[in-house]
């Protein structure tokens, strides 16, 4: 069965530094979403992509953040200048998109990102 | 603002009991409700989706009922067993396609 994959699975920075969370969405699906989910909290949206660009953000997603489709299979998150609160644990997820209202997002295994 | 809350918390059930979590919404102009199952550090597992016009879903062991109208859904599981142990996330599609989620409902089956 296809799968959502990410890379890497664990990564470990220092505040204010860039990182770069990568993903592999389902082919042929329309729409990639980045989540996370701060430990022991809900897991919360923060941005989705279709058509090459972003569809919808939600106000977690500032500046520091981008995402981008570098070809025609990643999916990645850019986090530019890293701060303790980002630590967390990053979902990819991707939708089909078609008949999006009948269809759920597959999401990936995640990235735990720690910020020292 | 959408809100989504689940209870309990957490449950922990003896193998074999049937079990119920609980789920609502406090906006009912929802597309669609579905129920994810979440293992300690993995990602998320779909389970059901019930579009807004539907009442409920069945998959094996597994229904999920929405009341749109009441801002509610359940997950009903028959006859646990120590492999549903895990976690149980409720997310509704309200605006657009992104989800917004409980912070989940923690199962633990005991044999």
């Known amino acids: 069965e296809p799968e959502v994959t990410q890379t890497p699975s664990h990564q470990v920075t220092q505040m204010g530094q860039e990182v770069i969370l990568r993903c592999v969405p389902i082919?042929?699906?329309?729409?990639f979403y980045w989540y996370r989910q701060i430990l022991g909290q809900k897991v919360e949206f923060l941005v989705s992509f279709y058509n090459n660009e972003i569809s919808e953000k939600s106000e977690i997603f500032d500046d520091q953040f981008s995402v981008e489709r570098p070809d025609g299979s990643n999916f990645t998150l850019k986090i530019r200048s890293t701060k303790l609160e980002d630590s967390a644990m990053y979902f990819c997820?991707?939708?089909?998109?078609?008949?999006?209202?009948?269809?759920?997002?597959?999401f990936g295994p995640g990235t735990r990102l720690l910020v020292l | 603002k959408q809100e989504v809350t689940q209870i309990p918390a957490a449950l922990s059930v003896p193998e074999g009991e049937n079990l119920v979590l609980n789920c609502s919404f406090t906006d009912s102009a929802i597309y669609n409700l579905q129920w994810f199952r979440q293992d300690p550090g993995k990602g998320l597992t779909s389970l059901l989706l019930?579009?807004?016009?539907?009442r409920e879903q069945t998959s094996g062991r597994l229904n999920a009922s929405l009341d749109k109208s009441s801002g509610r859904s359940t997950l009903y599981i028959a006859a646990s067993q120590p492999g549903d142990s895990a976690t149980y996330l409720c997310?509704?599609?309200?605006?657009?396609?992104?989800?917004?989620f409980g912070k989940g409902t923690t199962l633990s089956v005991s044999s």
């Open positions: 997310a509704v599609n309200q605006a657009g396609t992104a989800l917004i």
């Open positions: 019930i579009q807004s016009s539907q």
């Open positions: 082919s042929n699906h329309l729409y």
């Open positions: 997820a991707s939708l089909g998109g078609r008949e999006w209202v009948q269809e759920t997002q597959y």
